[in-house]
Antibody
Framework: EVQLLESGGGLVQPGGSLRLSCAAS????????MSWVRQDPGKGLEWVSA????????YYADSVKGRFVISRDISKNTLSLEMYSLTAEDTAVYYC???????????????WGQGTLVTVSS | QSVLMQPPSVSGAPGQRVIISCTGS?????????VHWYQQFPGTAPKLLIY???NRPSGVPDRFSGSKSGISASLAITGLQAEDEADYYC????????????FGGGTKLTVL
């Protein structure tokens, strides 16, 4: 059974940093693309970042490019999102989601974690 | 503003049929990119409802169906039930955005 468990969310001051983690089980990260999708409270979904199964192709939304870094620890089967220079606009629930294939430019997100809330406020 | 456009809300009485539209452009849906639909209840993560335009994952009732034509896609729900009240999002890929995944703005379904 596929499971995704996010952690690392919390309250951070504007300009601060945070690292989110997503522990994956039931499959191997090297076989599937993984994405981070965020949702402002009461708002819609925004695709934030993605990494292909091979690890060689990475995507960032313009809103986070240069501030967020997606990575994987294959030995721990864990996906991470390092977030820097955070602003109030980054306040959201962050979900990690598994793609159904290795290429993040195709396919569906067939499994989602429960989400972790990031609040940027002074 | 979302790349894929959905009506903010739709409603229907129990037993009725509702349709949620998802309108894109020639750089996403119209370019041949598949459309997927997700269902989200308050306080929970989205769940895959329809994939590859019209396919249902195991466990999704056949009351839910999807279709795609031109630059648009649609989600139809027949025999509406109270437990269908949720937010629904369409998703595809946009070639003008380096192939990035894009979502619709979401549609709140209210069962009257």
């Amino acid at each position: 059974e596929v499971q995704l468990l996010e952690s690392g969310g919390g309250l951070v001051q504007p300009g601060g940093s945070l690292r989110l983690s997503c522990a994956a089980s039931g499959f191997t990260l090297t076989s599937f693309a993984m994405s981070w999708v965020r949702q402002d409270p009461g708002k819609g979904l925004e695709w934030v970042s993605a990494i292909g199964g091979s690890g060689g192709r990475i995507y960032y939304a313009d809103s986070v490019k240069g501030r967020f870094v997606i990575s994987r620890d294959i030995s721990k089967n864990t996906l991470s999102l390092e977030m820097y220079s955070l602003t109030a606009e980054d306040t959201a629930v962050y979900y990690c989601a598994k793609g159904d294939r290795s290429n993040y430019k195709e396919g569906r997100l067939d499994n989602w974690g429960q989400g972790t809330l990031v609040t940027v406020s002074s | 503003q979302s790349v894929l456009m959905q009506p903010p809300s739709v409603s229907g009485a129990p037993g009725q049929r509702v349709i949620i539209s998802c309108t894109g452009s020639t750089s996403n849906i119209g370019a041949g990119s598949d459309v997927h639909w997700y269902q989200q209840f308050p306080g929970t993560a989205p769940k895959l409802l329809i994939y590859d335009n019209s396919n249902r994952p195991s466990g999704v009732p056949d009351r839910f169906s999807g279709s795609k034509s031109g630059i648009s896609a649609s989600l139809a729900i027949t025999g509406l039930q109270a437990e269908d009240e949720a937010d629904y999002y369409c998703q595809s890929y946009d070639r003008s955005l380096s192939g990035a995944g894009v979502f619709g703005g979401g549609t709140k379904l209210t069962v009257l």
